[in-house]
């Protein structure tokens, strides 16, 4: 029955906006996965449009974007793996703007090198390795260790690139990648609390291109609590707003939904510039978002949670 109301609900309130027609098609009972799924291939579908029309040294830009899908998938895949569950099952919920050829064997892998050695050394992702090949065994600990060493390459590299290209490209995406790099930080060291991840390791994994490089790093690296969390952040006027109410037991938006809101607001302004590659980052985050908000609202939909419905992210 709720996949029914799901279907009814969502078709009137979306059918006079563009996602009015994506579900179309669909004429049984529509789950939150369904929706999930087709929104994420109408995503791919406006991707690879773009990344079809486009030239150097925009194409480049645009493969950019999809290295953190590519990462995401990677770590699925393994976390399944060690949780055993067959490969058949887990790259059904890869991202589709994460996919690569080697996907499929990525379960062998037992540690960091060999993944690097026998799988993504011809991928797109191999440069990102460099501090990542170990001998370790590929337990949890260690996959969210890769994980974020891969993105801090990840956001390193692509923060260099736009750097590269100076003008309206690097006055637009510099801020944008500096917030991601200090919400990594700050998220890093708030998860490392009450795990074996020492203050040591915890600075490795820092990305090094936010505005909280070289003295807030150093700070967090200290760090031993929300509070002192929070103590970091007030040394920024940005940063600052978002702490203010984010107590992790509180009623207030938590801080993930305050980081969301202001990565919108970010994308949003990208648009006020022009000549610029920002534009088709901020236009993926932002269509990024509105899949997020519809997926909650199926969600409160289908379990009856009504008057949740309005506690998405908007987008400005």
Not at 93 to 121: D, R, W
Not at 143 to 160: C, H, P, V
Not at 255 to 277: G, I, P, R, S
């Amino acid at each position: 029955m709720s996949g029914y109301l799901i279907q009814e609900d969502l078709k009137l309130l979306l059918q006079s906006t563009d996602y009015g027609s994506f579900l179309a098609n669909e004429t049984g009972p529509l789950t939150v996965s369904i929706i999930d799924d087709k929104l994420k291939q109408k995503l791919l579908v406006e991707f690879v449009y773009l990344r079809n029309h486009s030239l150097q040294p925009l194409t480049t830009f645009l493969d950019y974007i999809t290295y953190s899908y590519m990462i995401d998938n990677v770590i699925l895949l393994i976390t399944g793996t060690l949780r055993q569950q067959p490969i058949s099952e887990l790259l059904p919920k890869c991202h589709p703007l994460g996919s690569f050829e080697q996907m499929e064997a990525v379960h062998i892998a037992q540690t960091p090198a060999e993944l690097y050695n026998a799988i993504l050394v011809d991928t797109p992702l191999a440069s990102f390795f460099q501090d990542c090949i170990s001998e370790n065994d590929l337990d949890e600990v260690n996959i969210e260790i890769l994980r974020n060493k891969l993105y801090k390459a990840y956001l390193e590299s692509f923060y260099g690139f736009c750097k590269d290209q100076g003008g309206q490209t690097e006055e637009v995406m510099c801020p944008i990648l500096e917030f991601e790099a200090d919400r990594r930080a700050f998220i890093i060291t708030l998860n490392s609390f009450g795990t074996e991840l020492s203050r040591e390791d915890r600075t490795t994994l820092y990305p090094r291109c936010g505005r909280l490089h070289p003295d807030g790093l150093t700070l967090l690296s200290k760090a031993e609590d929300f509070e002192h969390v929070r103590a970091v952040a007030e040394y920024y006027a940005e940063y600052k707003l978002l702490f203010e109410g984010a107590e992790k037991n509180s009623n207030e938006k938590t801080l993930e939904d305050k980081f969301f809101e202001y990565e919108v607001k970010l994308n949003v302004m990208a648009f006020n510039n022009q000549f610029h590659f920002g534009v088709f980052h901020a236009y993926m985050k932002l269509k990024e978002q509105e899949c997020r908000n519809i997926v909650w609202i199926a969600e409160c939909i289908a379990q009856r949670h009504r008057t949740r419905i309005d506690n998405y992210i908007p987008i400005l």
